[in-house]
């Protein structure tokens, strides 16, 4: 079954970090650009960060770029998302996307609160 499980979700205190993992079964990711998305209540789904088939390009938003590191690791077909000096506006659903596609996981919730 093609599928993307992420994990790593939960409750973080402002200023905190959380790695996220997206687990794919059913075809490789050494194959596929992959990406993270989020949406927060009452707002549009946004892309947070980006990675190539190769690993060798990632891109990001510009809110998170410098807190936020995307990397994937072939041989365990998981792609991750470290978040880091997390600020209650990180306050979201992420989802690991199969990029182009239309592969979604089914989220997972992080919410930034003191």
């Known amino acids: 079954q093609v599928q993307l499980v992420e994990s790593g979700g939960g409750l973080v205190q402002p200023g905190g970090s959380r790695g996220l993992s997206c687990t794919a079964s059913?075809?490789?990711?050494?194959?596929?650009?992959m990406s993270w998305w989020r949406q927060a209540p009452g707002k549009e789904r946004e892309l947070v960060a980006a990675?190539?088939?190769?690993?060798?390009?990632?891109n990001y938003a510009a809110n998170v770029k410098g807190r936020f590191t995307i990397s994937k690791d072939n041989s365990a077909n998981t792609v991750y998302l470290q978040m880091n000096n997390l600020n209650p506006e990180d306050t979201a659903v992420y989802y690991c996307t199969r990029t182009g596609t239309g592969l979604w996981g089914q989220g997972t919730q992080v919410t930034v609160s003191s």
């Open positions: 059913g075809f490789s990711i050494r194959s596929f650009a």
């Open positions: 990675i190539s088939s190769s690993g060798s390009m990632v």
